[in-house]
C-alpha cells in the first residue's frame, strides 16, 4: 500500500542549527515526492518536489530509492521556518500526504 | 490572481445535522479536490473533479458525504447526517488540466467542521 511516515510531530531547533525533517514512503513504482509547508495563519502551499531538484529557502531535499526516503533539509534554520511541513507522495493523479512535523526555530 | 476561496471558514453543528460547504476554484483549473483533514492528521483525498465530472471518489464515505461541481467551476461538498468523527478541516484544491506530470495543486484556507 501507498503510504508517507514522518516519524517526528515536533522538531526544535535554535535558529541557526541545522535541520533535517524526515519522511519514508512505501510505493511500488517510480514515486514522485513534494514537500508542503504551512506557515501559521496561511494556506498549505508547494515548498519543492524531487523531481525539480531545486532549492528552496534554503531547504533541499534528495530522494534516496535505497532507503526510500525524502528527508528535508535546511543547514541553517531561520525563525521564519517554523511551520508545519507535510511530505506527499503522488500516486496517479492524486497526493498521500504524512501526518506532518510541526519545526520550531527559537531564537 | 485571486486564490482558491472557501466558505465558511468556520462551522458548528450538532451531530445529525446537514452542512454544505463551497469552494471556488482559481480562473482556469478544471481539476478540482476535496480534502479531509483531521486534527494531527494530514489531508486525505475525499474526491477529484475534473471539469464537472469525478475522477476519484474512492475515499468519500457515499452514505453521508456527497459533492458536485455542476458546471465545472464552483463546487459544494456536503454531510447529511454529521457524526462526531467528522469534525476536522475540509480543504479545497485546484490545478490545472494534468496533459503530462504534475500539475501544482493550490489549496484554499480551508473550512473548520466541529460537531457537537
Known amino acids: 500500500a501507498q503510504r508517507v511516515t514522518q516519524p517526528e510531530k515536533l522538531l526544535s531547533v535554535f535558529k541557526g542549527a541545522p535541520v533535517e525533517l524526515k519522511c519514508n514512503y512505501s510505493?511500488?513504482?517510480?514515486?514522485?515526492l513534494f514537500w508542503y509547508v504551512q506557515y501559521s495563519r496561511q494556506r498549505l502551499q508547494l515548498l519543492l518536489r524531487?523531481?525539480s531538484r531545486e532549492s528552496i529557502k534554503g531547504f533541499t531535499a534528495d530522494l534516496n530509492k535505497g532507503e526510500t526516503s525524502f528527508h528535508l533539509k535546511k543547514p541553517f534554520a531561520q525563525e521564519e521556518d517554523s511551520a508545519m511541513y507535510y511530505c506527499?507522495?503522488?500516486?496517479?493523479?492524486?497526493?498521500?500526504f504524512g501526518t506532518g512535523t510541526r519545526l520550531q526555530v527559537f531564537p | 490572481e485571486a486564490g482558491v476561496a472557501q466558505s465558511p471558514r468556520y462551522k458548528i453543528i450538532e451531530k445529525r445535522q446537514s452542512v454544505a460547504f463551497w469552494c471556488n476554484p482559481i480562473?482556469?483549473?478544471?481539476?478540482l479536490y476535496w480534502y479531509q483533514q483531521i486534527l494531527g492528521q494530514g489531508p486525505k483525498l475525499l474526491i477529484q473533479?475534473?471539469?464537472?465530472?469525478?475522477?476519484?471518489d474512492s475515499q468519500l464515505p457515499k452514505d453521508r458525504f456527497s459533492a458536485e461541481r455542476l458546471k465545472g467551476v464552483d463546487s459544494t461538498l456536503k454531510i447529511q447526517p454529521a457524526k462526531l468523527e467528522d469534525s476536522a478541516v475540509y480543504l479545497c484544491?485546484?490545478?490545472?488540466?494534468?496533459?503530462?506530470?504534475?500539475?501544482?495543486?493550490?489549496f484554499g484556507p480551508g473550512t473548520r467542521l466541529t460537531v457537537l
Open positions: 510505493y511500488s513504482g517510480s514515486p514522485e
Open positions: 484544491a485546484s490545478s490545472l488540466l494534468r496533459l503530462a506530470g504534475y500539475n501544482e495543486q493550490f
Open positions: 524531487h523531481i
Open positions: 480562473s482556469g483549473h478544471a481539476t
Open positions: 506527499a507522495l503522488k500516486n496517479t493523479d492524486k497526493l498521500i
Open positions: 473533479f475534473q471539469n464537472n465530472g469525478v475522477v476519484d
